[in-house]
């Protein structure tokens, strides 16, 4: 980096509250051991790990930047939005991701009904004991249970076999559509971003119209190149560059460790600094 390193930022964190493998105090413990200086609580359809990660990043010296990740249609395929700074007591909020989570719960029983007819049969309990506290009920969660049942050896084979889009026990979701994820984003307060966008830079316009401000430019597995262009493209557009590692603590997807892909704390103080205006 050029000029003063005033430190890095990881804002892309699943943790206990959604599909992750470490509770928010452990991101918030291991974050510090890293030096990082910022973490963004990310979890799918949940804001249930917010309160326990700002509460732990006192004692830890860092900045916890409350957020969530939110799934959208995109015709066949489907794009993710983060919501930074998101009011975690919003009631409107909180009722909305309550559907979602429900519409999740039911689509995984779903899934596990179709894989006791592909004649791999998983107790529902089990399912719900991986998954612990949380009622993000994600793919994650039975990818693992299908390893504990020896089904399969990795958690990966469990997605390219079975769960994965288009594969025989895989059930869709429930999702919003792209402006419906940045109302209720900025309904709750918050600040919606595009996640990984590689492949999606043709809705940014659109996006954009909707409310959209900010890009995640730094993701596992993009090159150098692919960053500089996103970079391009956030400026073109007026939007405040982010990045992260979707960390998740488990091997296979973006298997990267946490702080890994990170991107400057200049992008905390503009987000952070928008949402104070927007208050
Ligand atoms: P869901 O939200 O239940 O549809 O599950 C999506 C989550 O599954 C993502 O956030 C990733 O954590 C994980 N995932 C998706 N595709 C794969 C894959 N091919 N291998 C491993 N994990 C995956
Ligand atoms: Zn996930
Ligand atoms: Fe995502
Ligand atoms: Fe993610």
Not at 118 to 134: F, N, V, Y
Request: with cysteine.
């Amino acid at each position: 980096m050029v000029g003063a390193d005033v430190g890095r930022a990881d804002l892309h964190i699943h943790t206990t509250a959604s599909d992750g493998v470490l509770t928010p105090f452990e991101v918030v413990q291991e974050a510090a051991a890293r030096h990082l200086k910022a973490v963004a609580i990310t979890d799918h359809d949940s804001i249930a790990g917010i309160a326990g990660a700002l509460q732990a990043a006192e004692a830890a010296g860092l900045e916890v930047v409350p957020g969530l990740e939110l799934s959208c249609e995109d015709g066949e395929d489907e794009l993710h939005i983060l919501g930074y700074y998101v009011d975690h007591h919003h009631p409107g909020l909180q009722q909305n991701l309550e559907l979602l989570r429900s519409a999740r719960r039911e689509r995984a029983r779903r899934m596990v009904e179709l894989l006791a007819e592909l004649g791999m049969p998983i107790e529902w309990e089990r399912i719900l004991k991986i998954a612990g506290d949380t009622s993000a009920l994600g793919r994650p969660h039975i990818a693992q249970a299908l390893q504990q049942e020896g089904y399969v050896n990795s958690t990966n084979e469990a997605f390219d076999k079975y769960i994965g889009r288009n594969r025989p026990a895989y059930v869709p979701r429930y999702k919003v559509t792209p402006s419906g994820a940045i109302e209720m984003i900025t309904a709750a307060k918050g600040l919606p971003v595009l996640a990984h966008p590689r492949g999606y830079e043709h809705v940014l316009p659109e996006l954009v119209k909707a409310g959209l401000v900010g890009l995640e430019v730094y993701y596992p597995g993009y090159t150098l190149a692919d960053s500089q262009a996103l970079a391009e493209l956030a400026k073109k557009h007026g939007l405040i560059p982010t990045g992260g590692t979707d960390f998740h603590g488990y091997g296979g997807f973006a298997a990267v460790g946490l702080g890994e892909v990170s991107v400057s704390l200049q992008s905390v103080e503009r987000l952070q600094a928008l949402a104070a205006a927007r208050a």
